[in-house]
């Protein structure tokens, strides 16, 4: 897959700031009026093509992967992120969810990354699912899936170390790491329903949690109808709304237009879709127009020539 770390970043990137505009907005709504291009200003009051934190805390990881993989440093990167407004679209900080903000408060406060993230229930919010894309690259050639779980698990628990929250970002990676492989959608699909199963059989993972991802894992969530999936903040929902874009969708713009306009966490749900969709259909399918109007585009690209030079020989 040649450039697939420049398609999937700037695919979250462009992803997230379509979805900027119409955070919280509901889907009746963007029916009525759907999101076809980049807009500005509205829910956060943002110029065009600004991203949020979704693109920032993966631009983090990103910037990080490229010096090697130290969990520390990725905790302390998000640290700058929070205080110094580091990898935000114009200099400061503008959106952060609850479980990310109570993670971060404990890395100022000196924990180490390995045991800041909140691992209760409520705490399943798809703040570590927007973000771990990048981890796709640095383990597209890891042949133990036990050692890849693991390192997909240290860097959702940062700040959500809940299981279901890991197992959510589990199974975005390795579908993730078979596009970069350049199979077929379909075909990557099918193997990390089969992969991811019986991964949680095998461990002996909570039953009653592995339960929650039916939809995904032991039915097709790309047969369900748009009234049967969800769009809210809750990583489930974010998983299997993404997911189903995906799989319902013949290029990139369709892919992310379908996402951002099914309402609610319309960035998250857009930037999760997005890196996906970049990697399948290449940076080239993703809207020249989109691109120019990225804030910071020229970091970004950096970023990825970076990421790209390091991971993928």
Same mark, same amino acid.
């Given at each position: 897959?040649?450039?697939a770390?420049?398609?999937?970043i700037?695919?979250?990137?462009?992803?997230?700031?379509?979805?900027?505009?119409?955070?919280?907005?509901?889907?009746?709504?963007?029916?009525?009026a759907?999101?076809?291009?980049?807009?500005?200003?509205?829910?956060?009051?943002?110029?065009?093509?600004?991203?949020s934190?979704?693109?920032?805390?993966?631009?983090?990881?990103?910037?990080?992967?490229?010096?090697?993989?130290?969990?520390?440093?990725?905790g302390?990167?998000?640290? /700058?992120?929070?205080?110094?407004?580091?990898?935000?679209?114009?200099?400061?900080?503008?959106?952060?969810?609850?479980?990310?903000?109570?993670?971060?408060?404990?890395?100022? /406060?000196?924990?180490?990354?390995?045991?800041?993230?909140?691992?209760?229930?409520?705490?399943? &919010?798809?703040?570590?699912?927007?973000?771990?894309?990048?981890?796709?690259?640095?383990?597209?050639?890891?042949?133990?899936?036990?050692?890849?779980?693991?390192?997909?698990k240290?860097?959702?628990?940062?700040?959500?170390?809940h299981?279901?929250s890991?197992?959510?970002?589990?199974?975005?990676?390795?579908?993730?790491?078979?596009?970069?492989?350049g199979?077929?959608?379909?075909?990557?699909?099918?193997?990390?329903?089969?992969?991811?199963?019986?991964f949680?059989q095998?461990?002996?993972?909570?039953?009653?949690?592995?339960?929650?991802?039916?939809?995904?894992?032991?039915?097709d969530?790309?047969?369900y109808?748009?009234?049967?999936?969800?769009?809210?903040?809750?990583?489930?929902h974010t998983?299997?709304?993404?997911?189903?874009?995906?799989?319902?969708?013949?290029?990139?713009?369709?892919?992310?237009? /379908?996402?951002?306009?099914?309402?609610?966490?319309?960035?998250?749900? &857009?930037?999760?879709?997005?890196?996906?969709?970049?990697?399948?259909?290449g940076f080239?399918?993703?809207?020249?127009?989109?691109v120019?109007?990225?804030?910071?585009?020229?970091?970004?690209?950096?970023?990825?020539? /970076?990421?790209?030079?390091?991971?993928?020989?």
């Amino acid at each position: 897959m040649d450039n697939a770390v420049k398609a999937g970043i700037f695919g979250v990137c462009i992803g997230d700031a379509l979805g900027v505009p119409v955070e919280f907005k509901k889907r009746e709504d963007l029916k009525k009026a759907p999101v076809t291009k980049m807009l500005e200003y509205m829910s956060w009051n943002q110029p065009k093509g600004t991203w949020s934190d979704d693109s920032s805390l993966t631009l983090c990881l990103a910037d990080e992967l490229t010096k090697g993989y130290d969990l520390e440093k990725i905790g302390q990167s998000f640290v /700058k992120w929070n205080k110094y407004g580091h990898w935000t679209a114009h200099g400061k900080l503008f959106d952060i969810g609850g479980t990310t903000r109570h993670s971060i408060a404990r890395l100022i /406060k000196g924990e180490s990354a390995k045991f800041s993230g909140n691992i209760f229930e409520e705490d399943n &919010g798809n703040g570590s699912l927007m973000r771990i894309l990048p981890l796709a690259f640095y383990l597209k050639d890891e042949e133990d899936i036990e050692k890849l779980y693991r390192t997909v698990k240290e860097v959702s628990s940062i700040t959500h170390g809940h299981f279901r929250s890991v197992f959510a970002c589990f199974i975005y990676v390795i579908f993730a790491v078979e596009l970069i492989k350049g199979k077929d959608k379909t075909e990557a699909y099918s193997y990390i329903r089969e992969t991811a199963l019986e991964f949680a059989q095998n461990q002996g993972f909570n039953p009653n949690e592995i339960i929650l991802f039916e939809r995904i894992l032991k039915n097709d969530i790309s047969i369900y109808s748009e009234d049967e999936i969800k769009s809210s903040g809750y990583v489930l929902h974010t998983l299997e709304a993404s997911l189903w874009c995906f799989l319902n969708s013949e290029s990139y713009a369709e892919a992310v237009l /379908k996402a951002v306009n099914l309402g609610e966490d319309t960035d998250t749900t &857009g930037a999760i879709t997005g890196g996906l969709a970049g990697i399948y259909y290449g940076f080239e399918n993703i809207p020249e127009e989109w691109v120019a109007e990225l804030v910071r585009k020229e970091d970004i690209e950096n970023v990825c020539i /970076k990421l790209e030079n390091k991971l993928m020989k």
